[in-house]
C-alpha cells in the first residue's frame, strides 16, 4: 500500500504494475475521493481536518462523520504526504482488495466504475491457523475455559496488536463488565513504559491495575488473559460476541465465524471500519466509533469512556436475536461462499490473471 515507488521501478522494466491493498474497499474509495478533491477541484488539506463535517461521498449509503476519517486525513502535516500515496495507486494497473462483494458491495460496484484502475475482490484473505492454541502452549489454557462455558455466552474483549489502555480506562471497563452480568474473556495488555516504542505486554499480576476485589467477584464467570489467540478464539463456539478495535484483519476474523462486533477502534482507519460494521452494514454495535489513542498521543487528551456507555454496548451486543447477530450469521455463510470453488475471490483472481497477461503481451 506504501511502496508505490516500485510502479516506477516496474515501469523501467516495462512491466505492469498492481497494488495490494490489505484494508477494505471502503478505505480505498475514502482515500480515493479525498485526493481527487485536493488535486482536481483545488480543496485544501485543512478542509478534511474538521470533526464537524459529514461527507456525502459516492460509494457510501450515509454521510461520513469528519471526526470518524482515518487519523492522517485529520493530521494536516501528514495529509498531503499520505494523499500523495494515494494518487500513485491511480497509476497502477488494478488493485487488489482484501474484501469481497457481499459485504462491500455498494463500494465495489463505485468503484468498478469511472477512472479508477480495476478493482479485485480477492478476499477474504485469512490466516486462521498461525495461531496453535491447540497443543501445550499459552492458547490451550484459554481454549479449556471456553470448553466449560454454554455456547455463544462469552465475551471476548480483545484490541489488536496495540491494544491497551490506562488505568482509569482499564478499571471502567472491568465496572462494565461486572455490571452487565456477561461471561467474558478479556485480553488485558500492559502498555510500554512512557517514552518506550515497544508492543503491549502481558501483565504479570493483573490485580494491580483491577478494581480491588474484581478477580475474586468474577472469578466464576470471567478470565483475565494477555496475548490471544484470536482466530482460535472466535472459532470456539461458547463466543458470542466481540468487542474489538475493528482492524480490518479482526472484522474479517469475525465476520467469517459469525461472531458480532462491538466497535471500539483505536487508530488508523479502524473508525472508518467501525463506522461501516455500525452504520452501513448493520453488522455490529457502537462502544465508541470516535475513540482515538494514536501513536504519540499525551494520555491526557485520550477521552476516557465510562462504564455505564460500555455496559450500554456489551448488552446491545449480546442480545438475544439482535438484528446484527442474525446478520452477521448470514454474512459468515456468504464469506465462505466467496472462497470456495467458483466464488467471488476465484473469479476475481482469474479476471485479475488475465489483465496481467495481457498488460505483459
Request: negative net charge; aromatic residues 10%.
Given at each position: 500500500m506504501f511502496c508505490?515507488?516500485?510502479?516506477d521501478?516496474a ?5 505492469p504494475?498492481y ?7 471502503g478505505c480505498?474509495n ?5 485526493q ?5 477541484h483545488n480543496?485544501?488539506?485543512t ?7 459529514n ?10 462523520p ?12 501528514l495529509c ?10 491511480r ?5 487488489l ?6 459485504l462491500?458491495?455498494t463500494?465495489i460496484e463505485?468503484?468498478?466504475?469511472g ?11 485469512l490466516?486462521?491457523?498461525r495461531?496453535d ?13 471456553l470448553?466449560?462455558q ?6 471476548f474483549?480483545c484490541?489488536g496488536?496495540n ?16 455490571n ?7 485480553s ?6 512512557r517514552?518506550?516504542v515497544s508492543?503491549p ?8 491495575i483491577?478494581?480491588?476485589g474484581?478477580?475474586?467477584?468474577t472469578a466464576?464467570?470471567?478470565k483475565?488473559?494477555?496475548w490471544a ?10 463466543v458470542?460476541g466481540?468487542v474489538?478495535?475493528?482492524?480490518w ?5 469475525s465476520?467469517?465465524f459469525g461472531?458480532p462486533?462491538a466497535?471500539?477502534p ?16 448493520g ?8 475513540y482515538?489513542k494514536?501513536f ?5 487528551d485520550?477521552?476516557v469512556?465510562?462504564s ?5 454496548g456489551?448488552?446491545g451486543?449480546?442480545a ?13 455463510d456468504?464469506?465462505?461462499?466467496a ?6 475471490a ?5 479476471r485479475?490473471?488475465?489483465?496481467v ?5
Amino acid at each position: 500500500m506504501f511502496c508505490t515507488t516500485f510502479i516506477d521501478v516496474a515501469d523501467e522494466f516495462g512491466l505492469p504494475s498492481y497494488i495490494f491493498y490489505t484494508s477494505g474497499a471502503g478505505c480505498l474509495n475514502l482515500t480515493l475521493h479525498l485526493q481527487n478533491l485536493r488535486d482536481n477541484h483545488n480543496t485544501p488539506v485543512t478542509d478534511f481536518n474538521n470533526p464537524e463535517a459529514n461527507w456525502n461521498i459516492e460509494g457510501f449509503k450515509n454521510s461520513i462523520p469528519g471526526k470518524i476519517l482515518p487519523r492522517p486525513v485529520l493530521n494536516p502535516f501528514l495529509c498531503d504526504g499520505f494523499l500523495d500515496f494515494v494518487k500513485r495507486y491511480r497509476d497502477a494497473k488494478g488493485i487488489l482488495i482484501n474484501t469481497f462483494p457481499d459485504l462491500e458491495t455498494t463500494t465495489i460496484e463505485h468503484l468498478s466504475k469511472g477512472e479508477t484502475p480495476p478493482v479485485y475482490p480477492v478476499g477474504p484473505i485469512l490466516e486462521l491457523k498461525r495461531e496453535d492454541a491447540t497443543g501445550e502452549g499459552r492458547g490451550s489454557e484459554i481454549l479449556t475455559w471456553l470448553n466449560e462455558q454454554p455456547p455463544s455466552s462469552v465475551l471476548f474483549l480483545c484490541f489488536g496488536s496495540n491494544g491497551c489502555f490506562n488505568e482509569t480506562q482499564v478499571k471502567e471497563i472491568a465496572t462494565a463488565l461486572e455490571n452487565s452480568g456477561f461471561r467474558f474473556l478479556w485480553s488485558l495488555r500492559r502498555p510500554p513504559p512512557r517514552g518506550v516504542v515497544s508492543f503491549p505486554l502481558d501483565y504479570e499480576n493483573p490485580a494491580e491495575i483491577l478494581p480491588e476485589g474484581f478477580l475474586e467477584r468474577t472469578a466464576g464467570v470471567g478470565k483475565i488473559i494477555g496475548w490471544a489467540p484470536q482466530a482460535a478464539i472466535l472459532a470456539h463456539p461458547a463466543v458470542g460476541g466481540f468487542v474489538s478495535h475493528c482492524g480490518w484483519n479482526s472484522i474479517l476474523e469475525s465476520l467469517w465465524f459469525g461472531v458480532p462486533i462491538a466497535a471500539w477502534p483505536i487508530d488508523g482507519e479502524q473508525q472508518l471500519n467501525a463506522f461501516q460494521m455500525v452504520v452501513e452494514w448493520g453488522l455490529g454495535v457502537d462502544v465508541k466509533m470516535e475513540y482515538s489513542k494514536e501513536f504519540g498521543m499525551a494520555e491526557e487528551d485520550v477521552i476516557v469512556v465510562g462504564s455505564e456507555e460500555i455496559e450500554k454496548g456489551i448488552k446491545g451486543l449480546m442480545a438475544e436475536g439482535s438484528e446484527a447477530r442474525e446478520k452477521v450469521k448470514k454474512l459468515s455463510d456468504r464469506s465462505r461462499d466467496a472462497l470456495a470453488e467458483g466464488g467471488s475471490a476465484e473469479v476475481a483472481l482469474n479476471r485479475f490473471i488475465a489483465d496481467v497477461i495481457k498488460n505483459l503481451g
